[in-house]
């Protein structure tokens, strides 16, 4: 039997991979994880993502193999090709990701499955070099985003990339996230809302640009010796350097801008986004918890508001910890999240809190971001859009039945959005049957 290769860049990529993997498995089919160790990742913000740390009761018993750098993988593919079925990636091929050979290309040709991963699979190409020839296997979720993600290469891509070689099969399968093993309720004693901070990067959207709204939005509450030795097990000396680095930055960044975003730094900001929360889940009681992410700094005072606050090194797969909160959970809010979809294939409400252009530095991030009815991020019934200001003065006095989720509306965003419906097969199944993996050759 040929086996099958998991190609992982980092720990949570497998939740985008783990539904079909799982029904891959019962089909009892010859699995491998493969990654390559790439140094760079240990200097990286996202270190603590190094695909060596995923884990979970759904890779057990699968053979984990680690490639020392891109030449072994390299050499791999090209001397197991005639025991290779398919390679399972969240990426295309690129230069800048992988050693290109003409060999390399022959070998894994047809074979080369990207399983698609929202916006993020057409953002690849802005930033890559990927025209080149050979025949991909691209699952993708929904038509809406399709159509969405052959616009953003049209307008912002310069560069030809594997479209243009007119050798990419395409499949809509649904959000390959979703699986009814995970996405289902579970019954619980108190109501929960979970709140996911803003996620501050000052080189987030480019390097160089201005980055004035986050400073005085959430930069002004963010203590980095903490994120430096906390989240990214910095040393001391370093992560006091980080901080006073931090402080000078952001403050210059406040004093040139602030006219700005005078309103964001004294009134509108993160810290009365996150009170108005705590008077909202008082009032209606809920539990209040506070899920960052460990690659952004979040503002410590979180710790005085919330009720809990959820840590994760997103290594833990099938469900994620993320996943199991929100099996239990009643109510989402967050910004600039793709968490979003998840939230809905959960049947949960979603709150999102718009972010003002200003904050997007080009255009490209302006279009990932749209904040206009019936789109993902402002959908009646189903993600309730706030303005920063509305939220603060207006969610703490709301009632929570306001927020109740309408099953025909939520139906119709989960076939548009994630291209998901009541009937859809699993998604792994889907895919056992398009590459015909029950058929001897394979």
Not at 21 to 33: D, V
Not at 38 to 63: M, S, T, W
């Amino acid at each position: 039997m040929k086996k099958i290769i998991f190609f992982i860049e980092k720990s949570n990529e497998l939740k985008y991979l783990a539904p079909i993997l799982s029904f891959f498995k019962k089909k009892k089919l010859k699995i491998q994880i493969c990654f390559i160790n790439r140094p760079e990742i240990n200097n990286d913000f996202k270190k603590y993502l190094k695909p060596e740390k995923v884990k979970g009761n759904l890779i057990k018993k699968i053979k984990i193999k680690k490639f020392i750098d891109e030449i072994q993988f390299h050499n791999f593919c090209i001397h197991e090709s005639k025991n290779i079925s398919f390679i399972f990636s969240l990426h295309f091929l690129s230069k800048e990701r992988f050693k290109i050979s003409k060999k390399f290309l022959q070998s894994i040709t047809k074979k080369w499955c990207v399983i698609g991963h929202g916006m993020d699979s057409f953002i690849q190409f802005k930033n890559e070099d990927t025209y080149l020839d050979y025949k991909v296997n691209f699952f993708f979720s929904s038509n809406f985003f399709l159509k969405e993600g052959k616009k953003y290469i049209q307008k912002f891509t310069k560069n030809k990339n594997i479209f243009d070689k007119k050798n990419v099969k395409t499949y809509l399968v649904g959000n390959t996230m979703f699986s009814k093993e995970i996405f289902f309720k579970k019954k619980k004693k108190k109501r929960k809302l979970i709140y996911l901070p803003f996620p501050f990067l000052r080189d987030r959207y480019g390097k160089n640009k201005n980055f004035a709204f986050q400073a005085a939005y959430s930069g002004q509450f963010i203590n980095f010796f903490t994120f430096s030795r906390n989240s990214q097990n910095k040393g001391f000396y370093f992560s006091i350097y980080s901080q006073i680095k931090h402080y000078i930055l952001n403050k210059i960044e406040i004093f040139k801008y602030f006219y700005l975003i005078n309103s964001y730094y004294n009134i509108h900001n993160e810290l009365n986004v996150v009170k108005s929360i705590r008077k909202f889940c008082d009032q209606n009681n809920f539990e209040f918890i506070v899920k960052p992410r460990l690659k952004f700094p979040y503002m410590n005072k979180i710790n005085k508001y919330a009720d809990k606050v959820i840590f994760d090194n997103e290594s833990l797969q099938y469900p994620s910890l993320f996943q199991k909160e929100l099996s239990n959970t009643d109510l989402v809010i967050g910004s600039l999240s793709s968490s979003v979809y998840e939230v809905a294939m959960f049947k949960i409400p979603y709150i999102n809190i718009e972010i003002p252009k200003i904050a997007f530095g080009s255009n490209s991030n302006k279009f990932l971001h749209n904040y206009e009815k019936n789109l993902y991020y402002n959908f009646d019934k189903v993600v309730f859009n706030f303005k920063i200001s509305d939220f603060i003065n207006k969610f703490k006095n709301e009632k929570y039945k306001k927020f109740n989720l309408n099953k025909k509306k939520s139906d119709f965003y989960l076939k548009k959005f994630c291209g998901l419906s009541k009937n859809s097969q699993e998604i792994g199944k889907k895919i056992f049957g398009i590459l015909k993996l029950g058929t001897n050759e394979n």
